[in-house]
């Protein structure tokens, strides 16, 4: 971007300039003379405004917030005029490359000499990713537009955009047939509620006193209490299929960044829930499967910093499930978010369910997502021949908290 160039009323200005200058010359007389002399005035005027259109303005960068794709992300910035006299209205231009309008312009009002001013500029978010904001750009000019005048201010920032998260009010991340709250309501991995000794952990705040373990709390010198059996604390893993050849070509709107979505949606719902979890996925950054594993409020911001950035790979899905056989503990609750299915799939399914995994599939087919397009009843039911694991099949339209819920 030019620091000073005419716009394109300017040029025409310019040129309209030049040819009373030239009729001037050509047919002398008062009116010609006039009339050019009055045309080259208003241009001398209007480049002598643009060049101090925004002189003595500084701008910086209040601190921003990360946010979500689909919401609303806010970029404060400050200015401020330090002229002695009024400053004309003019442009803040920044590049943002995950918004929905790449080239964020906010007009800001006339400043008063010595007024500084906070401007809330807000944005629509689509694209997840980790962005770094370098350039802001202060677009001035003339009253009769003739002219343009930038100044560039170099301002580093780091945003983060994570995946679109749906609010969910209820998820069954429990075992089936296998009952994990007591008639209290209290939620799983809670102190005191079982019958059978299962081993010691760190204290929770919802835990009852009587059942803190002192000699351990001693020994590692924090609170520790007893955990019982039945209602110990459920693992709960979540598997992302990142397979590159079976995504869509759309950037923003197909099967794998829909998936994403879902991923995201159950890590924030778990986070609070008093479960370990374990998540595992290829990253087409590195080429190599990512295993995070910890407890749900501390994972979270982790999963989350990766599910913003994680691309599509070459490990396909009998590779990844392959990964999930020796990965996945028994007992456990699975999440296995694919982009297709194969035939060693059923094979994967059933080894993991001998060890006591409660698997939930949900699967994004490629074709399912080619707008305009709405998925039938008939497609579900016939989507795959292996029934002991119904898929939970979504398409464009699919409404992700529901799909969540059917357990």
């Known amino acids: 971007m030019l ?4 716009t394109a009323r300017g040029w025409a200005m310019i040129f309209l300039c030049f040819a009373s200058l030239g009729v001037s010359l050509s047919n002398i007389n008062l009116a010609a003379g006039i009339t050019a002399a009055g045309f080259f005035a208003v241009l001398g005027a209007s480049f002598i405004m643009s060049l101090l259109s925004i002189r003595k303005i500084d701008v910086w960068r ?8 689909g919401e609303k992300i806010i970029l404060p910035i400050t200015v401020r005029n330090r002229g002695r006299i009024t400053r004309q209205s003019f442009v803040i ?20 000499p010595g007024e500084t001013r906070l401007i809330n500029r807000e944005f629509n978010a689509v694209t ?18 003739l002219f343009r005048r930038v100044r560039k201010f170099k301002f580093h920032e780091e945003i983060t955009v994570y995946p679109e998260i749906f609010p969910v009010s209820w998820m069954p991340i429990f075992k089936k047939n296998k009952i994990q709250a007591s008639t209290s309501g209290k939620p ?3 102190s005191g509620l079982g019958e059978e000794f299962f081993g010691v952990r760190e204290y929770r705040t919802s835990d009852s006193m009587r059942f803190i373990h002192w000699k351990a709390t001693a020994k590692q010198k924090k609170l520790m209490v007893r955990e019982f059996e039945s209602h110990s604390s459920v693992t709960l893993c979540i598997l992302l299929d990142t397979e590159r050849r079976r995504t869509g070509l759309n950037p923003i709107v197909n099967n794998f960044e829909h998936l994403v979505k879902t991923a995201a949606t159950i890590t924030n719902y778990v986070c609070g829930m008093y479960c370990r979890i374990m998540f595992i996925a290829p990253d087409g950054r590195t080429g190599e499967t990512v295993i995070l594993n910890g407890t749900g ?5 982790e999963i989350l910093d990766l599910l913003s950035m994680i691309q599509t790979s070459s490990t396909s899905l009998d590779q990844l499930m392959e990964t999930a056989e020796s990965a996945v503990p028994p007992n456990s609750i699975l999440y296995c978010l694919t982009l297709s299915e194969n035939q060693k799939l059923s094979d994967r399914f059933d080894f993991l369910m001998q060890r006591g995994v409660d698997i939930r599939w949900i699967s994004a087919p490629m074709e399912n997502f080619f707008a305009p397009y709405k998925i039938s009843n008939k497609s579900i039911e016939s989507y795959s021949r292996y029934t002991a694991v119904p898929p939970g099949v979504l398409d464009i339209n699919s409404n992700i908290p529901r799909v969540l819920t059917y357990g």
């Open 128 to 145: 997840r990713g980790n962005y770094s904001l370098e350039r802001i750009y202060l677009i001035g000019g003339d009253p009769a537009g």
């Open 62 to 69: 209040s601190p921003g917030s990360d946010c979500c794709a």
């Open 93 to 112: 231009r920044e590049k943002l490359p995950f918004s929905d309008s790449p080239l964020g312009s906010v007009a800001v009002e006339p400043l008063k």
């Open 188 to 190: 799983i991995g809670v």
């Open 3 to 6: 620091p000073f160039s005419p």
């Open 297 to 301: 409020a501390g994972l979270r911001r």
